[in-house]
């Protein structure tokens, strides 16, 4: 039996552009990603704290230290330029390992730099 675990979370993002006419994803500056072990093509689940969507896309890699937050396609519609938001990931893991795994939580400042 494995269960779902929250591998990943990018703390307080703020959703810095959206882009409707993509095919749709999340754009992530590559360094986020990085720090939390999302790779690009992973499954991610975008919470938006302004007004509560929720949905799962897929993160594409952003320049290198930009803080670049882009909604693209779809999910332009469910979050406007400076909306905060969580960005998390998730492992399917045996209970036993499940005891032991440490989430990697990254929180970010208004300019998507992280804070910790």
Not at 42 to 48: A, F, R, S, T, Y
Not at 71 to 92: C, F, H, M, Q, T
């Amino acid at each position: 039996m494995f269960i779902h675990f929250c591998k990943s979370k990018l703390a307080h993002a703020t959703i810095n552009e959206a882009e409707l006419h993509y095919e749709g994803s999340i754009t992530i500056d590559a360094n986020l990603l990085k720090a939390v072990d999302i790779i690009p093509g992973e499954k991610v689940e975008v919470l938006n704290i302004n007004n509560g969507n929720r949905f799962e896309t897929y993160a594409i890699a952003g320049e290198p230290g930009s803080g670049h937050i882009c909604l693209n396609g779809p999910a332009a519609r469910l979050g406007l330029v400076g909306d905060k938001i969580i960005i998390l990931s998730y492992v399917l893991l045996d209970p036993n390992e499940a005891k032991t795994f440490k989430t990697k939580v990254v929180h970010l400042d208004a300019h998507n730099k992280i804070k910790n």
